[in-house]
Structures are given as C-alpha cells and as structure tokens.
C-alpha cells in the first residue's frame, strides 16, 4: 500500500518564531485530516527543536533537509542521522537540485546519505530530475533513470521515497503536465524493480494543481517548496481531494 507522502520544504526560510505563528495556523487545519496520507514539513535545522515541541501531539511529521554520512567528526556544516533522531525527525531530504547544483552535489554522495538515513531508521527522500535543457536535447530519461539507479543503489526499496522534481518546473510557476509527471513516475517505478516504490512529484505543487495532481495513478504525493511557506495554501495542499 502506497500511503501518500505531502511534504513541505521550507528550504532557507523560517525561524523560531516564525515556525510558530505557523503551527498555530496549520496544526488546527489538519487536525481533522484522514490519516490515508502523511504529513511532513522539513524545516530549517535551527527551527527543528520548536517543530518537534509543538508537533507533539499532532499528525505532523519532521523531515530533515540533509543528513551525512558519519555519525559525527570532522565535518563543518553538516548534520548527522543522530542529531536529528534528538528531535523525532523521521524522513530526510537528499539530493535536493539545489545542493546538487550549488554545491555538486553527486549522485554517488547522495547515495552515501540515503543510506546512513536508513540504517538510522531515517526514511530518504531521494530528489531526482532533469534540467531544461536535458529536457530540450531529449536527455530527460536517461539523466532521470542514471539519478533513481545510483541514488537508489543497495537500498532498501520499501522504505524510501523518490521525488520526481523537473528542475525547470521547481520555484518557476511552471508545473509539470500531470500526465508527464505521472508519465515519469510510471517510468522510476518500472526502472526501480518495485510496483510499491513512493514516488512523489515537486515542482510548484500549488493549491490549484493538487488534486489533479494526486488523482494520477503513479504519483503518490508532493514535495512543495513555496506554496508550503503559507500555512493556508499547505493546509490546502495537505487536505487534498
Ligand atoms: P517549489 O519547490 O514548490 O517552490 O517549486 C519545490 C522543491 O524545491 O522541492
């Protein structure tokens, strides 16, 4: 069973504070929210501590936005699968195109931090897609399915989730088609050898697209970046039909 995984991505955004103003709007929005689905946000580190306080008792799940490889050591600016366990976080964010792209990050890195994820009883969401230009030149599949092969590789398949995120459609306003997304989605799943994989879709996932969006056979939730940062539009997103 393909329990759909929403996920909300604040990226560089939110402090202390302003997570709080947040969850007093957000938690009474899906308090009443069937638990056919889950809901996450993945906050800044600094903010985590404030999130797992006052998520306590509600259907809201923490999610990382890294994790490392070692458990601890010589490694400034990193955080490790420990540190976050501190804080009742259950999934973590890798290969995200941003610190692919900003800090070339490789697949072969990614792979490393999915791993240490699992065996620390973290859940990887393991971020794949092509740019506009891969797109362009025809490469989309290729580059897709090399990212789901080396990301994925020794994993363990029934608990991680891939999210399908075309680069040019992340932070744009221009979302993938449904159909194409989902076409993507039906392409990972066949490539990963699994029919239960999770795989989500990211890419300005806004209140509009969602329904159409989760209506799709292989698409079994988001990952949301800017639409998540309002807790009214991720509350939205969150109660999908
Ligand atoms: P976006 O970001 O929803 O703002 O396009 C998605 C993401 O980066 O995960």
Redesign the pocket.
């Known amino acids: 069973m393909r329990k759909p995984v929403i996920a909300g ?1 604040w ?1 560089m955004h939110m402090t202390c504070s302003e997570a709080k103003d947040y969850m007093s709007v957000f938690l009474p929005l899906i308090k009443e929210t069937s638990n056919d689905r889950h809901i996450v946000i993945a906050p800044p580190f600094t903010s985590l501590s404030t999130m797992a306080d006052l998520s306590v008792m509600s259907n809201l799940e923490l999610s990382s936005q890294n994790v490392h490889w070692e458990d601890s050591g010589a490694f400034t600016a990193e955080i490790s699968p420990s540190m976050l366990l501190e804080h009742r976080v259950k999934y973590a ?1 890798v290969g ?3 610190p692919r792209k900003y800090f070339s990050e490789s697949d072969k890195q990614i792979n490393l931090r999915a791993k240490s994820a699992q065996s620390n009883h973290l859940i990887p969401i393991v ?1 794949v897609g092509e740019t506009f230009e891969q797109r362009e030149k025809g490469e989309a599949e290729r580059v897709i399915r090399r990212q789901v092969e080396q990301g994925l590789e020794e994993l363990d398949f029934t608990n991680v989730v891939v ?1 399908y ?1 075309p680069i040019w ?5 221009k979302t993938c088609e449904s159909i194409e997304a989902n076409r993507i989605c039906t392409l990972i799943r066949k490539w990963s050898g699994y029919s239960d994989l999770r795989i989500q879709y ?5 209140p509009s697209n969602i329904d159409e969006l989760m209506s799709m056979s292989d698409i079994d939730g988001v ?6 940062l309002d807790p009214e539009s991720f509350g939205r997103i969150a109660n999908y039909n």
């Open positions: 991505n990226k964010i995200h195109s941003e971020c999210a995120e459609a992340i932070g744009t306003g990211g890419g300005s996932v806004k990952l949301v970046g800017g639409a998540s």
